[in-house]
């Protein structure tokens, strides 16, 4: 068992929205609602569920740029949310973001070189050489050129573009990257390539991810254990290989019949298609939260959600079908 590099216990981000009416009550969007799991160093953790579901919130929480409403994020067994200032800047280095849009997440009146340098300057290094072969060593290892440092973002494709946010990421040779929809603004052949450099990268130094995405397809192709996401509450987690043949929620028993298949004679595919819309987070059904479109829905389901339940090693579902 590899040693565990970050652990999410109870975690909760809430977050409050005025009421139209005069004295109306606010209402709350519970984004993540009391989520608990670890990430194993060195590993990729797929993130996964449908627009909505808070795993872009919850990265990002993760990451402290949204604030917390409950739990603890232990990085290396400190409470992230309890750094100061200087320890704050320090686990900075360790924890890096790869964004989902790669033209709104670099600043446009900078050139490549100043973007990339900015890092840098920031946590101390002032030797303009030095600076300025990191530079060059990380762009050539993203694919980009060196000798476009000068040029501004806007003058790069997208592909491009994710790769110089990638770039950035690598600045402070940090040990942990959130990928947050890394991927889902490019072109699928543009997919494909990011996708085998953020492998290749993993391969190279060890980096442990959590790869956040909706694409399922995408998922089960880079990670090692993937957590399924619904309105805010994880419903299923397991190892990759695990999940792929054994799915038991019926909401990842869907969104894996949903997967394209190219060669029907290689996996079985079962006919379940998810009915309805996915309900709201300001408002969400009693019980177990996915249960207005579950096929196998149970009286229970109406009231009461179900428990985060380890029914094999390594293997949870938050399933009343599996008690």
């Not at 790869?98 to 990339?116: A, E, I, T, Y």
């Not at 019926?250 to 019949?257: K, R, S």
């Not at 004679?265 to 969400?284: F, L, T, W």
Request: contains cysteine.
């Amino acid at each position: 068992m590899k040693e565990t590099l970050l652990e999410v216990k109870n975690l909760k981000t809430f977050f409050t929205l005025k009421s139209d009416k005069i004295g109306g009550t606010p209402d709350v969007v519970k984004a993540v609602n009391d989520l608990t799991f670890d990430v194993r160093k060195g590993e990729i953790l797929g993130i996964v569920g449908e627009s909505g579901c808070g795993k872009s919130t919850l990265g990002k929480t993760i990451m402290r740029l949204n604030h917390k409403t409950d739990g603890e994020v232990l990085y290396d067994g400190s409470d992230i949310f309890d750094l100061e200032k200087k320890e704050l800047k320090a686990f900075r280095k360790q924890m890096q973001m790869v964004f989902q849009d790669p033209f709104s997440s670099l600043n446009p009146r900078k050139k490549v070189g100043d973007l990339l340098a900015q890092p840098l300057k920031i946590h101390g290094m002032t030797d303009k050489a030095e600076i300025d072969t990191k530079i060059n060593q990380i762009m050539e290892e993203v694919g980009i050129n060196p000798a476009y440092k000068g040029r501004f973002p806007h003058q790069f494709s997208g592909g491009q573009r994710q790769r110089i946010g990638i770039a950035r990421a690598l600045m402070l040779n940090p040990e942990f990257i959130i990928c947050d929809e890394a991927v889902s603004a490019l072109d699928v052949s543009i997919q494909a390539q990011v996708i085998n450099l953020l492998l290749d990268l993993h391969d190279k130094y060890k980096f442990t991810y959590i790869f956040i995405a909706h694409d399922l397809a995408v998922v089960e192709f880079i990670s090692t254990r993937i957590l399924v996401m619904y309105l805010g509450k994880i419903v299923e987690t397991a190892d990759k290989n695990e999940l792929v043949e054994q799915h038991l929620h019926p909401y990842t028993q869907a969104l894996f019949n949903a997967f394209p298949v190219t060669d029907p004679k290689g996996r079985e595919k079962k006919e379940q298609v998810v009915m309805g819309d996915v309900p709201s987070p300001i408002n969400p059904p009693s019980g177990c939260h996915f249960h207005p479109r579950c096929p196998h829905a149970m009286d229970i389901c109406k009231q009461e959600y179900p428990p985060l339940k380890e029914v094999s090693p390594g293997h949870r579902v938050a399933c009343w079908l599996h008690k």
